[in-house]
């Protein structure tokens, strides 16, 4: 640093008198620990630079006044207006500009070069947004599960926050892609991409796998018409990157920029990349759970219980609930199985597998179908019954299930015969005409569980206005009531049936669900199946000048 001037130094000529600062004004100059110093006299003329400041401001001398054009406006500004600090440009460096007040009328300025810190300052933010931004776009992808909604997520998101529109391109697993743009964070375009993606310098490698290629090598005069938004103005960069799924590439995601915005830069790229990771993960988490559902609904619709077809000889109705509300299918069933002819026997089977959900559903279809395949070859309930015994037996995997078997053959006058064997199953009930309930003395062992069975087959006849209800346990099991761990039990199941006399099956059917329904309330419950059988109703009036199909009268 330059030495203060002392008293008896002379003034240059033309220059007023200079009153030189004391040792305290030295000492604060020099503790101030700043680079470049400036003092001033009273007069606002320049009496002291060190050499930091000569280098700052090489056409500032001793003796001139602070002002323009030896130093920058800002400062300039600062000093006329006497304020206490300042910040501006000196070339490429930001600065910060302090002002020192010392006695005499004497002051200075230390000015210190902060062009390092703002950079990491606004680095820092970046980051921060970027951070922010992340976080809030890794939020909205996990939102849905759809992946069409997924796709249109990424692009809008891509185009609202790194660039002025955004392209994604994906595949839709058969074979197509899927091209969806976005500008401004709002979705222009969406179809089935019917152009080669060839055309797009990057695009072919990035839908690969392969890593991006610098936007700086991408010639945006080379980008097809197809790929740009109608509208968006002349293009000035575009960058590709990969979006990387699970196992296999999601998709691409190309940034477009007008020629009014910056280029992409290093940071830029590496940040979409970042993006376009989270992006792919979250498409390809909706793509696998869509290919997973498509799956699960194709078993399950095999599984589901067969739609009940009307019968010149038999009236039936039936309903299913499972354990949970989430799930179509589960450890209860029932099929039916019309004979060939009008007046063969109808073979129907309402059953319950031990457990649960997936587990149980899986072994409903193994029975459901060894039954459709053994029902051709053996019409006696008894050894067919023996005969899915040890099928099951075979399967170690396989748990036990209960079951009632039911041979309905319509007879003269509308009348029934009913065959019926229950294997570890609740019996069957009979609604007769007059409102009495029947328990079918039918009975049996569990299927599945031991390597020898006994079963005993019942016959009865339905006459018009009777009802036979096959059921599983889920019903006379179902907790609920005042306390919620009450059974409704059998006593309630057959006070209801007994006032549902010369009720059509239908209307029997959805009474005990109703009733079971009410009971439970919103509590757990077992699966849940009914099955009802009835004689063909009689004829009424109609209301307009006619019969049809009614509830019998007698």
Not at 40 to 68: C, H, K, S, T, Y
Not at 84 to 96: H, I, N, W
Not at 113 to 126: I, S
Not at 136 to 164: C, I
Request: glycine residues 10%; charged residues 25%; proline residues 6%.
């Amino acid at each position: 640093m330059t030495s203060f001037p002392r008293s008896t130094d002379r003034p240059a000529e033309g220059a007023p008198p200079v009153t030189a600062p004391g040792a305290a004004q030295a000492h604060a100059l020099v503790e101030s620990g700043l680079g470049a110093v400036v003092m001033l006299d009273g007069a606002g003329l320049v009496r002291l630079l060190n050499e930091a400041a000569r280098i700052l401001f090489p056409l500032l001398r001793e003796a001139e006044p602070l002002n323009r054009p030896r130093v920058p406006g800002w400062l300039a500004d600062a000093q006329d207006g006497l304020l206490p600090e300042a910040r501006g440009v000196v070339g490429a460096r930001q600065m910060t500009a302090r002002r020192l007040a010392l006695p005499d009328g004497y002051g200075a300025w230390l000015l210190d070069d902060v062009t390092r810190e703002l950079v990491w300052q606004r680095r820092w933010q970046e980051e921060r947004e970027r951070a922010e931004f992340l976080a809030r776009a890794s939020a909205r992808l996990l939102t849905s599960l759809n992946w069409r909604k997924s796709v249109q997520a990424a692009a809008e998101l891509a185009s609202e926050r790194m660039a002025d529109a955004a392209v994604v391109v994906a595949g839709t697993g058969a074979r197509r892609m899927w091209f969806t743009s976005a500008v401004d964070g709002r979705v222009t375009e969406e179809r089935v991409l019917g152009e080669d993606v060839a055309e797009v310098p990057g695009l072919a490698d990035a839908l690969a796998g392969f890593p991006p290629l610098p936007a700086r090598w991408l010639d945006p005069e080379l980008a097809p018409g197809w790929l740009v938004p109608d509208g968006f103005g002349p293009l000035g960069s575009v960058l590709v990157t990969p979006m990387p799924g699970n196992g296999v590439p999601a998709g691409a995601l190309v940034l477009l920029r007008r020629t009014r915005t910056p280029v992409f830069n290093e940071d830029e790229e590496v940040f979409a990349r970042v993006f376009a990771a989270r992006a792919g993960a979250a498409v390809s988490a909706a793509a696998l759970y869509a290919e997973k559902a498509e799956t699960t609904a194709v078993l399950q619709r095999s599984l589901l219980p067969p739609v009940l077809r009307r019968s010149s000889g038999l009236d039936l109705a039936a309903t299913y609930r499972a354990s949970r509300a989430t799930d179509l299918i589960g450890g209860d069933f029932y099929d039916v199985h019309p004979g060939t002819d009008p007046g063969d026997e109808t073979f129907l089977v309402l059953g319950d597998v031990c457990g649960k959900g997936a587990k149980a559903a899986v072994l409903t279809g193994k029975i459901r179908n060894t039954l459709s395949a053994l029902r051709h070859l053996e019409s006696d309930h008894g050894r067919l019954l023996g005969l899915l015994n040890s099928t099951l037996l075979e399967d170690t995997d396989s748990r036990f299930a209960t079951m009632v078997l039911a041979g309905a053959t319509p007879l003269a006058h509308g009348e029934v015969a009913l065959r019926l064997t229950a294997a570890g199953h609740p019996r069957p009930l009979v609604v007769r005409a007059d409102g009495t309930i029947e328990e079918i003395p039918t009975g049996g062992t569990l299927i599945g569980a031991l390597p020898t069975i006994t079963t005993r087959t019942c016959r009865t006849v339905l006459r018009a206005g009777d009802i036979c209800l096959l059921y599983s346990d889920g019903v006379t099991e179902a907790r609920g009531g005042p306390d919620g761990r009450e059974m409704l039990g059998d006593d309630r199941l057959r006070a209801a049936l007994s006032e549902c006399a010369r009720m059509p099956v239908e209307a029997v059917i959805e009474r005990v669900e109703s009733l079971t329904t009410q009971w439970l309330g919103t509590r757990e419950h077992d699966d849940i199946a009914l099955l009802g059988i009835a004689a063909p109703r009689g004829t009424h009036l109609s209301m307009v000048n006619g019969t049809g199909r009614g509830r019998f009268t007698g």
